[in-house]
């Protein structure tokens, strides 16, 4: 574990990593040589502190999604998601982190009005959380972006096939990519934001075929949610995985039932509050020896 010191200016904990030891843009960019990787690249959202120091020796990324904006929040979309929410959850989970890259998703709104309004959004990020990399959506559209922050310092992850804060204009979460030229934008986007200086990219909601074409034609790690088993890695939502938020999509695999066993937990609480059998003698304060 780490040892944190607190910035009187910000009220913030600034993390002192074991030096050389968390995960760095270059070294995941590293992990894919010439078309192959040897290693999967591991990642998962975190929004909490205990939660990241829980998840961080197991991951190499750990991303603060937006997702958030339902999962923590309970907003009907990613659309109504803020900075100064990432920025909290953000900061939180790069305390509770040492070994993890901890990446945050930039919220709708506020990045795609220009390379200007992108960097302004993401130093903020990165200055009031410690992340060391950031996210956004978009393909083509958002390359110039990816490199004007690239260029400046920024380590960037794209997005690309499903991206939900396009909802709205996708018309829902179902997968993308199922016609010849949606899967031709979708493998050109992936290109272009690699272009760009990207060093990941995450590819949601895609037909298997053209996951494959992506990862084999795209330089940068391809990191799979709903894509097959032929990227580079793979990410889950944290909370869908471990069976805590159960309305998920298809390409959810659960390792556990963690809403089941909270509801018991709570449940025999319950009981034993109004049957007076908690608190017992162990958990009572008496005078010693009584
Ligand atoms: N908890 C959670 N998990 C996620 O994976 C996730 C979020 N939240 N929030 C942000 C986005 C939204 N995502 C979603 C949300 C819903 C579906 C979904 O329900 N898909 C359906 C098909 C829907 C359709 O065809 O219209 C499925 O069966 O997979 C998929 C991705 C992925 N992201
Ligand atoms: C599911 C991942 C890729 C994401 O963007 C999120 O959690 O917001
Ligand atoms: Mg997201």
Known sequence: MSTFTIDTATSRATPSPVPGKRMTAP?????????????????????????????????????????????IYGLPSTIPVTLDMMIN?????????????????MPFGSYEGSSEQAFASCSRVMKETGCAAVKLEGG????PTV????????????HVGLTPQAVNTLGGYGARGRGDAEARKILNDASAI??????????????????TKVAREVAAPIIGIGASAQCDGQILVTDDMLGVFERTPRFVKRYDNLAEQISNAAKTYADEVR??????????YRPKGA
């Open 275 to 284: 049957s007076r059998t908690f608190p017992s003698a162990d958990e009572t």
């Open 147 to 158: 490199r004007f922050l690239t260029e400046r310092g920024i380590p960037v992850i794209g």
């Open 194 to 211: 690699a272009e760009a200086g990207a060093f990941c990219i995450v590819v949601e909601g895609v037909m298997e075929e053209l996951a």
């Open 89 to 105: 959850h953000g900061a939180a989970v790069v305390r509770g982190s040492w070994h993890a890259l901890v990446a945050v998703d």
């Open 140 to 143: 083509e559209a958002m390359a």
């Open 27 to 71: 070294s995941l960019r590293a992990r894919k040589v010439d078309g192959k990787t040897q290693q999967p690249i591991v990642a998962l959202t975190a929004y909490t502190m205990r939660m990241a120091q829980l998840l961080d020796e197991h991951c190499d990324l750990l991303l603060v999604g937006d997702s958030l904006g339902q999962v």
